[in-house]
């Protein structure tokens, strides 16, 4: 099955889709309360989700409709990258299969949330940052790369902490030039300059940072309650990450000198994914699909350097195994 993945036949697609539908029905038979997105005071996210809070719509049946198509999309754009850079040996769908795999690994993962909107943009950000490194005048995709990290923050506060990915990424792909380090800043603050704008219109400038971090005033870290099965996924993810990082190094022996830059950086943005947790005063499990990005490119640079395609349909099937496990578990009543 994975195999077929591995094609470039974009007829694959409409597995993607297969996928997505198979890991929200679990919904129908015990649908998730999400009603903690309404909750976010980030500018975009508030904006964004008071238009979905309409008496005429059910957002528990709504969100995991819409977090589908999302999550499509965002599969499409992890593909394109893939292939454009030709990070893989030769074109094909296995990317964005896994990070549809990736990011359903917590059922809280399934739902429309500020996270996942958030990392639509840094997708975005990822794509221009990667596309510098053919490129010798591109201050207009290095700007973009600190302004989508910005956009992606203000639906998302703990995204602030990749403006150091822009950095990071842009120093990697590009030679050290003051102006690239400038002209990310400037992308970084001008959302910011019209966000404080419109906060110093409406007389607001007093809550504007508690908004845009999203405090309410509570502890760190507070409210998230993991089940045993939240911690047997969370171990399981950590094992499989741990076991590509590993296997990551034989992957790049033969790779181009730019694909050994681009696997530097997913490895530094899952880093700050990590720390970024503790950038949340009410912590949620929704914080994890995030890792989707950097996991689902360095799963698949792992799993076509494996030769055994017995060995990779199994560890396709271990990923896929746990993702039902996440959702259909709770629903039987065994955990």
């Known amino acids: 099955m994975l195999s077929f993945f591995k094609s470039n036949n974009p007829g694959v697609v409409a597995f993607y889709i297969a996928y997505l539908a198979v890991f929200r029905i679990c919904f129908v038979f015990a649908p998730l309360d999400a ?25 528990i049946w709504l ?30 769908y296995l990317a964005g299969l896994l990070f549809i795999i990736v990011s359903s690994f917590f059922k809280e993962s399934l739902f429309l949330s500020p996270a996942l909107l958030s990392l639509t943009f840094v997708i975005l950000s990822t794509q221009r940052m990667f596309s510098l490194i053919k490129k010798e005048k591109a201050f207009g995709d290095v700007f973009d790369v600190g302004f989508l990290v910005a956009v992606a923050a203000l639906f998302y506060f703990p995204a602030i902490l990749f403006i150091l990915f822009a950095y990071i990424g842009v120093g990697t792909m590009r030679a050290f030039s003051y102006r690239d380090w400038v002209i990310i800043l400037l992308g970084f603050i001008s959302p910011y300059i019209v966000m404080f704008t419109w906060y110093f219109w409406f007389d607001k400038t007093g809550v504007m940072l508690t908004e845009l971090a999203n405090i309410h005033g509570q502890t760190w ?60 005063q009410t912590a949620h499990l929704s914080h994890w699909v995030l890792v989707s990005l950097p996991l689902a490119i360095i799963f698949s640079m792992v799993l076509m350097q494996i030769k055994n395609k017995w060995v990779s349909e199994v560890m396709h099937l271990i990923l896929i195994l746990l993702v039902l496990a996440g959702q259909y578990l709770p629903v039987l009543n065994i955990f």
């Open 221 to 280: 870290l507070s409210g998230l309650a993991l089940t045993p099965l939240d911690w047997m996924l969370l171990a399981a993810l950590l094992l499989l990450t741990a076991m590509a990082l590993a296997l990551l190094p034989g992957a790049l022996y033969s790779s181009l000198i730019q694909v050994r830059k681009f696997s530097t950086s997913l490895i530094m943005l899952l880093l700050l994914i990590i720390l970024a947790f503790s950038l949340q």
């Open 63 to 92: 969100s995991p409709f819409l977090a589908a198509i999302l999550s499509f999309i965002q599969a499409l754009l992890i593909n394109n990258i893939v292939n454009e850079n030709k990070i893989l040996a030769k074109k094909n």
């Open 35 to 59: 009603g903690y997105v309404f909750t976010h005071t980030e500018p975009l996210s508030h904006l964004f989700f008071a238009l979905l809070k309409n008496p005429l719509l059910s957002y």
